[in-house]
């Protein structure tokens, strides 16, 4: 196959799984049905918004689960399967009239559904652009994002046009369309062999070796036998935990702590969509560039600035309005980064697998903030203690190292870092 033949594969590859990305990203459009399902079924709000912590949990927990069976069965057959999956389970929420049917079918039908689909078509791509993990990365969660973003428009539309119930018949239509229609456009990656460079096995000096920056390729196994691999998942948790509860309540806050009317807080739910997808556009590319994990590390600080102001400062609506973009930015950026870091850690050949272990951190984090603001009883006492964590956050990455780095200086060689893992 020629370079350029070679070349525009990889391209249709990425249109495929942009395509895909954009048609799961459109859950996160769940808030616009809350008050409907409330309205025509007479649920209790906080009993139909448990819908969507139940989707976020499942998708997390697919994520465990995708890559076997991307091995098992191809990974267009596994995402052409989810899309359908993904699409009948909001069809049949069309016909749902209790909270139970919607659990089921809109919760953990969906939520299983977008998980696999969502990380087997990431690691796919990043495996595709080895050298640009970070952009290609920015590129795939960045459709995601505006996925949700378009289709906030088109689900209000379709709600004020047809009804909440009709809305997820056509949801689930043309989302089906989209994530099966990109699956036929995606190839599996090609095998990469090991890149992990061998020191010299007769080499007993300490001082004697020295090898180039390389990436071991772990076995889920292999990867939590490793310190490395926990202290990521907590550096991941806390980076979702503090977008996700603020993405849950910024409304609220807009209200109740920068005194804003109803409709001038609801504009910070645009705000944050807009400034989420930028951050995984932007800081993706950056990612290539630097360090990850300083970068990391940068935005872990400055959303626990963020966080503190927040929770001490007298908020004005354009400090409100600060916080909020800021705290987005970062969150998109870090879930954008991620991927490549877990890559840059353990390897690409098992990289669906590996991410998804870390990825538990997303799952859990959506419902941590929750938890912590019921336990304390407030917006600022949650918001100091999230910012306290991402600053812990922020000092573990500044001083973690892959793990072949670290066993390397423990058999007393020199590895080279790259300039991503520095």
Known sequence: MTTAKSGSKRWMIVLGTVIMQMGLG?????????????????????????????????LAFATLFAGKLQDRFGLRKLTASAGIMLGLGLMLSSQANSLLMFYLLAGVVVGYADGTAYITSL???IK??????????????????????????????????????????????????????????????PVAAPALAQANSRGTDSSAATIPAAVKDYTVKEMLR???????????????MSGLYLIGIVKDIGVQLAGLDIATAANAVAMIAIFNT????????????????????????VTALAMLTLSYATLSYGLFFACVATIAF??????????AIVSDFFGLKNHSKNYGIVYQGFGIGALSGSFIAASLGGFKPTFIVIGALCIVACLLAVSLKPPVQRQAREKGMSLKPSRHTA
């Open 26 to 58: 459109t859950i996160y459009t769940w808030s616009l049905f809350n008050a409907q399902l409330v309205s025509k079924f007479g649920f209790e709000l906080s009993a139909v918004s448990i819908t969507f912590s139940i989707t976020s949990f499942a």
């Open 123 to 125: 690691s796919n791509l």
């Open 128 to 189: 595709w652009f080895p050298k640009h993990k970070g952009l290609i990365s920015g590129v795939s969660v960045g459709a995601y994002g505006t996925g949700s973003l378009i289709f906030k428009y088109i689900n209000g539309s379709l709600i004020e046009s047809a009804g909440v119930s009709n809305t997820f018949l056509y949801w689930g239509l043309a989302v089906m369309i989209m994530v099966v229609a990109g699956s036929l456009l995606v190839r599996e990656a």
């Open 226 to 240: 490793t310190k490395e691999a926990y202290l990521l998942f907590v550096i991941f948790f806390t980076a979702c």
């Open 278 to 301: 930028a951050g995984r556009l932007i800081l993706g590319a950056l990612s290539d560039r630097m360090s990850r994990l300083k970068l990391v590390s940068a935005t872990l600080l």
């Open 330 to 339: 970062c969150f998109g950026g870090n879930i954008t980064v991620f991927p």
